[in-house]
């Protein structure tokens, strides 16, 4: 499975912006990961291929929403209310092992993703 993300840029300080990412193939969840200069890739946000489970880190809660487009294999994270504490290399990542879809916590680990795409960069300005 190959991911195409996009979306990234520049922004000012509480502007919003929206990532996609599209799959070439169905995943069972689609999750986005970020990743500051000289520190560790975090988790931000996952959806489930139904849609129904959802999860986000405490730092994004409120400002971002991850949804997705089965029919497309894309996955979007608007992001709003967007700090200077938010610039960083965002990827998204897809799972797609197993018969079933496992509990949330399992996809706050990046080593859980079977394939990642490639960095897109958002800068937040002050």
């Known amino acids: 499975v190959q991911l195409q993300a996009s979306g990234g840029g520049l922004v000012q300080a509480g502007g919003s912006q929206r990532l996609s990412c599209t799959a070439s193939d169905g995943t069972k969840a689609m999750g986005w990961f970020r990743q500051a200069p000289g520190k560790e890739r975090e988790f931000v946000a996952v959806v489930t291929r139904s849609g129904r489970k959802i999860s986000y880190a405490d730092s994004v809660k409120g400002r971002f929403t991850i949804s997705s487009d089965n029919a497309k294999n894309t996955v979007y994270l608007q992001m709003n209310n967007l700090k200077p504490e938010d610039t960083a290399d965002y990827y998204c990542?897809?799972?797609?092992?197993?018969?079933?879809?496992?509990?949330?916590?399992?996809?706050?680990?990046?080593?859980?993703?079977?394939?990642w795409g490639q960095g897109t960069q958002v800068t937040v300005s002050s």
């Open positions: 990542a897809a799972y797609t092992r197993g018969s079933s879809t496992p509990i949330l916590s399992t996809f706050w680990n990046r080593e859980s993703y079977d394939y």
